[in-house]
């Protein structure tokens, strides 16, 4: 199960990459994603972080790695619960003549078992999708209220 959504920014790649891999400001624009803090040195290729999220009345926080580390074109991390695999995340952002676009993408990387123990008051995909454009949105409206080429 996967899926990715992009949008258009007025904003220079430079912009658009600080902003996906700042962790701390990620809760500003996710409907899930509260924050998170790096465990060590980061952002760079390797470093791990704590990500804390929040759905209805549940709260958890994973460790995630991150697999790819090109600024400022690509920001991607996998993403563990204990031992397990859990899910990959990846923002590429490719320039634009007037700004960027940014691709998130997400791909579930849990297996049945996981799948079927998880919460079922909503469908993970169904909020992922929901999910994932809300946050372009709000990372669209925030950057091109602070971008000078807005």
Same mark, same amino acid.
């Given at each position: 199960?996967?899926?990715?959504?992009?949008?258009?920014?007025?904003?220079?790649?430079?912009?658009? /990459?600080?902003?996906?891999?700042?962790?701390?400001? &990620?809760?500003?624009?996710?409907?899930?994603?509260?924050?998170?803090?790096?465990?060590?040195?980061?952002?760079?290729?390797?470093?791990? /972080?704590?990500?804390?999220?929040?759905?209805?009345?549940?709260?958890?926080?994973?460790?995630?790695?991150?697999?790819?580390?090109?600024?400022?074109?690509? /920001? *991607?991390?996998?993403?563990?619960?204990?031992? /397990?695999?859990? =899910?990959?995340?990846?923002?590429?952002?490719?320039?634009?003549?007037?700004?960027?676009?940014?691709?998130?993408?997400?791909?579930?990387?849990?297996? *049945?078992? &996981?799948?079927?123990?998880?919460? =079922?008051?909503?469908?993970?995909?169904?909020?992922?999708?929901?999910?994932?454009?809300?946050?372009?949105?709000?990372?669209?409206?925030?950057?091109?209220?602070? =971008?000078?080429?807005?």
């Amino acid at each position: 199960m996967d899926h990715h959504d992009s949008i258009e920014i007025a904003a220079t790649p430079e912009q658009a /990459f600080a902003a996906v891999s700042d962790l701390a400001s &990620m809760g500003q624009r996710s409907p899930e994603n509260t924050g998170g803090e790096w465990l060590g040195e980061g952002p760079a290729l390797g470093a791990k /972080f704590r990500g804390t999220n929040t759905h209805g009345t549940s709260s958890w926080s994973t460790v995630a790695t991150v697999t790819d580390f090109e600024p400022p074109r690509l /920001f *991607a991390f996998e993403v563990k619960f204990k031992a /397990f695999r859990i =899910s990959r995340w990846e923002f590429e952002i490719t320039p634009t003549p007037t700004g960027c676009r940014v691709e998130e993408r997400w791909k579930d990387r849990r297996n *049945a078992v &996981m799948r079927r123990g998880s919460d =079922s008051s909503y469908d993970r995909a169904d909020f992922t999708k929901e999910s994932i454009r809300t946050t372009l949105e709000r990372l669209k409206d925030e950057l091109e209220a602070a =971008s000078p080429t807005a």
